[in-house]
């Protein structure tokens, strides 16, 4: 796999977890802990810091964004040469991945 490639993995569910904020919020954090990026057209502190301290990398769009132009954008800046952070999370639970190769 690389940036020349995406495949879709499956769809996520959030379901309410708890009665307080933080409880969802850790809920969703816990079931996105296998991403190392996820495009949100919104995220609160606290959300983007669980997110953060669990290695995951919360992009903020604004906007409503198609899953194709944010496929698309990112296949782009990993055909360039992608910023340190975003390295960092793709090669963050994986040996030997095709940003290490040269």
Request: charged share 30%; proline share 6%.
């Amino acid at each position: 796999m690389g940036p020349d490639q995406a495949s879709y993995l499956e769809t996520l569910t959030v379901r309410e977890a708890g009665g307080d904020e933080e409880d969802r919020i850790a809920a969703r954090a816990d079931l996105l802990s296998e991403c190392a990026v996820v495009y949100t057209m919104q995220i609160g502190g606290p959300a983007a810091a669980k997110l953060i301290a669990r290695r995951i990398h919360p992009l903020k769009t604004n906007v409503e964004v198609s899953l194709r132009d944010s496929v698309e954008r990112l296949q782009e800046v990993l055909r360039g040469n992608p910023p340190p952070w975003l390295r960092k999370a793709m090669n963050k639970d994986k040996a030997g991945s095709f940003l290490d190769e040269d």
